[in-house]
């Protein structure tokens, strides 16, 4: 009640809050427990996939093995609301296989790159379950994750790409939706790999990601992009854009100072 606001003197320049950093919060779910029915099966599943740091381990346990092997949980992202599960009437819980139905509000999908797109579709999916070793197991598990909408705007944000236009002169973003925190630089680069994706006037000099190494690791505020294709071949100017690319783009990662690009046994050197 005795507080005011100043009405004089000087004005001073204050950090930006850039909504970036990590969160505090962090979420270990927990495996399939011992004995679970197939609509909690499926709920745990759901629930797995809410892990943060990001990790998509133990949503594959809720899997069969056949299915765990074969889900390719980097395919895209579906973002929710409002999910509901239930076990159709007509299924007899002593069957050996099941269906679970999963209805849920579909509120925006995020591509391979991490492109935005809203979404208005109401989908309703089917999960057959089996029983490994006297457990309920899912066999046939969507493409790509899928989170609810508070778990999205809690951890995801946009940042840009950087690729090169047509002629390789100028640098040109391209917006992407990423998971903050320590997996940030490894989720940049990748998608950055990944190439250009859905337009065909960016040009990349930047090897894909199959060349890339599983993970980019920061020490002392340095981030090292190691790629298994030597870079000794690529041309003065071809280096030089591909350093840019990676450079502009890892410019979104909060206290990084630096950057190391590895490519074989050539390490590039720093031109300005």
């Not at 320049?13 to 970036?20: I, N």
């Not at 765990?68 to 299924?91: F, K, N």
């Not at 509000?105 to 579709?121: F, I, K």
């Not at 066999?139 to 951890?155: F, I, K, L, R, W």
């Amino acid at each position: 009640g005795c507080a005011g606001i100043p009405s004089s003197g000087p004005v001073e320049r204050v950090a930006d809050d850039s909504g970036l950093d990590q969160s505090t919060v962090r979420y270990a779910p927990v495996g399939p427990p011992g004995v679970a029915s197939p609509p909690q099966i499926v709920r745990g599943y759901l629930d797995a996939m809410l892990a943060y740091p990001v990790s998509t381990g133990t949503a594959a346990q809720y899997l069969t093995p056949e299915a765990a092997e074969e889900w390719r949980s980097s395919s895209g992202l579906t973002v929710y609301s409002d999910s509901e599960v239930t076990l159709p009437q007509s299924e007899s819980p002593n069957a050996v296989e099941v269906s679970v139905v999963l209805r849920t509000n579909e509120v925006a999908r995020l591509d391979r790159q991490g492109h935005h797109a809203h979404s208005t579709e109401d989908p309703e999916r089917a999960y057959r379950l089996l029983q490994v070793d006297g457990q309920w197991r899912i066999t046939n598990p969507q493409a790509g994750v899928m989170v609810s909408n508070t778990y999205y705007e809690d951890y995801f944000r946009p940042f840009p790409l950087y690729f090169f236009d047509g002629p390789g002169e100028r640098l040109v973003p391209d917006l992407v939706h990423l998971a903050v925190g320590d997996q940030l630089p490894t989720g940049l680069v990748t998608a950055l790999a990944r190439g250009p994706g859905r337009s065909g006037t960016f040009r990349t000099y930047v090897p894909g990601a199959g060349a890339l190494r599983p993970s980019v690791t920061v020490s002392d505020e340095v981030a090292e992009v190691e790629f298994s294709t030597s870079l000794a071949k690529l041309s003065e100017g071809q280096r030089e854009r591909l350093a840019a690319q990676i450079v502009w783009t890892l410019r979104s990662v909060p206290d990084l100072r630096g950057v190391r690009i590895i490519g074989g046994t050539t390490v590039l050197s720093a031109r300005g």
